[in-house]
């Protein structure tokens, strides 16, 4: 018996890591190439699909990546998802995965079930910030499923708070492990400056005020999405566009620099928007949309202060620019307050108050020492909790103290009642979330909203409203 735990204790754990999409999600293929490198894991990426920017990572980084069409929209889906699960768990049965960790919503609602019915031994949700915990519909549906992982990792404390509050039990929420980054990525001391002033034809002196962050386009009003986030640019570029006359009455050669590119398919119509607003706001010279950088740690070097002005968020950039230690300025929301600690590691402000954000920056622009000492404490926060060797080594000792406590593993009789309850679970779970929440409530009234929806909408009411008079004519006659 002591010989066979020692095997076990000293097997090569085999994981696999599922994210529903192609681009984003860095973090994936770093995570998994920790965990391989220093933990001694076998390690699987299941992607949205083989080819795309993340796929790449992992490949360059040596990890094997397999693609699953993750499809959860759509009358259909509604048929056919049962099936994919399906597939998925007799998929991970047969690759006898030790581990099975999701990331991202979109992929918890696969794997999750995936997992359970494959009678995979760990299973692991890490969660990606509070936003799907904040939104009333996806918070009663990881609720209602959330017994069938064996752990919940929250990615900042909120995140943890916001399960225990919805009555998810304590024993499957672990300590909080953040979403760090390769910390040799980001060391002020081995990274040269990009020299942005130059670059942009600036004399040297000039105040640059940077956010890094995509364009995500606005959320529609849904209950999928949290009441703060609806109908608004979520990262908070309007905002802080609009903050910009304040800084500039004070710095009027200050540039702001946002520095990324829109999201998905409408991402050049955001980034046209937010050209709108600085317009609007009189301070189109003043912005300056930098387009996607690769050298972000370079370009960290170059701002005056990092802004991150997000109406929901994790931790958005400031563990980066924080590592790079750069004034930081954040909004008082999701996990940016875990990193940014007002007053000691930069400087909290109130979202979506563009007063208030003008505030922050101007304090960091008006006391450059005070700034500098608040950068460096900030990366010193960083190091001591918020990196990847961090990440990947809380991971590995959760795994592997699961993994030793599992009662057993891939049992054909317990996938075999589990497809049961399964069966059953399908038709009130699937048809809340996807004919009740998705259709009715979110996609029907989106519709209607359209020009061709209302068209139909009044003509449905017109026949109506009609059709009884023809009925009573009908009978009179």
């Known amino acids: 018996m002591i010989q066979q735990e020692g095997l076990m204790k000293e097997r090569r754990l085999k994981v696999c890591h599922v994210f529903a999409g192609v681009q984003g999600g860095r973090w994936v293929g770093e995570q998994l190439e920790a965990l391989r490198n220093s933990h001694d894991c076998d390690v699987t990426a299941l992607l949205g699909g083989e080819e795309g920017p993340t796929a790449d990572e992992c490949r360059a980084a040596g990890i094997r990546v397999v ?46 079930p995936a997992a359970w019915l494959a009678d995979v031994p760990v299973r692991v949700e890490m969660v990606t910030g509070p936003y799907y915990m904040q939104a009333q519909s996806t918070r009663w549906m990881e609720r209602a499923t959330a017994w069938m992982e064996t752990a919940i990792v929250p990615s900042c404390d909120l995140t943890g708070t916001l399960y ?73 570029h309007g905002e802080l566009i609009r903050a910009m006359p304040a800084v500039l009455a004070e710095f009027p050669e200050a540039r702001l620099l946002l520095i990324g590119r829109g999201w998905g398919p409408t991402g050049e119509e955001t980034e046209r928007d ?124 959760l795994y592997r103290r699961q993994r030793e406590s599992a009662r057993g593993a891939w049992r054909l009789h317990v996938s075999a009642g589990r497809l049961i309850v399964a069966i059953l679970l399908h038709i009130p779970i699937l048809g809340r979330a996807m004919v009740f929440d998705l259709y009715l409530r979110t996609v029907l009234p989106h519709w209607i909203a359209t020009a061709k929806g209302r068209a139909a909408w009044l003509a449905w009411k017109a026949w109506t409203t009609l059709r009884p008079g023809r009925a009573r004519e009908g009978e009179a006659r």
Not at 199 to 222: D, N, R, T
Not at 296 to 311: F, G, M, P, R, T
Not at 374 to 379: I, L, S
Not at 382 to 394: D, H, I, Q, V
């Open 274 to 397: 937010l050209r709108r607003i600085a317009g609007a706001e009189g301070v189109a010279e003043r912005v300056v949309f930098a387009g996607y950088r690769s050298d972000i740690a370079e370009l960290y070097l170059d701002l005056d202060v990092s802004v991150q002005a997000s109406l929901n968020d994790n931790l958005g950039g400031t563990v980066e620019s924080l590592l790079m230690a750069r004034p930081t300025v954040a909004t008082r929301v999701g996990g940016l307050v875990d990193s940014v600690v007002d007053g000691e590691t930069g400087i909290l402000v109130a979202p979506g108050d563009p007063e208030d954000l003008a505030r922050g920056i101007l304090h960091m622009l008006r006391h450059p020492d005070e700034a500098r000492r608040m950068g460096e404490a900030g990366r010193a926060r960083m190091l001591s909790r918020f990196t990847l060797r961090t990440t990947a080594a809380g991971l590995a000792a």
């Open 67 to 112: 693609g699953f069409p993750f499809r959860f929209l759509g009358w259909k889906a509604f048929f056919t998802l049962p099936f994919a699960i399906l597939r998925l768990a007799l998929w991970l049965r047969r690759e006898r995965f030790d581990v099975v960790q999701s990331h991202v919503i979109q992929s918890t609602l696969f794997a999750r």
């Open 164 to 236: 225990r509050e919805a009555g998810v039990d304590e024993r499957l929420i672990q300590p909080t492990l953040y979403y760090g980054p390769d910390e040799s990525r980001f060391d002020p001391a081995a990274t040269v400056r990009a020299d942005l002033r130059s670059e942009l034809g600036l004399p040297p002196g000039v105040p640059l005020i940077g956010s890094v962050a995509l364009f995500y386009p606005k959320a529609p009003p849904s209950s999928f999405v949290p009441p703060e986030a609806q109908d608004r640019h979520v990262k908070g």
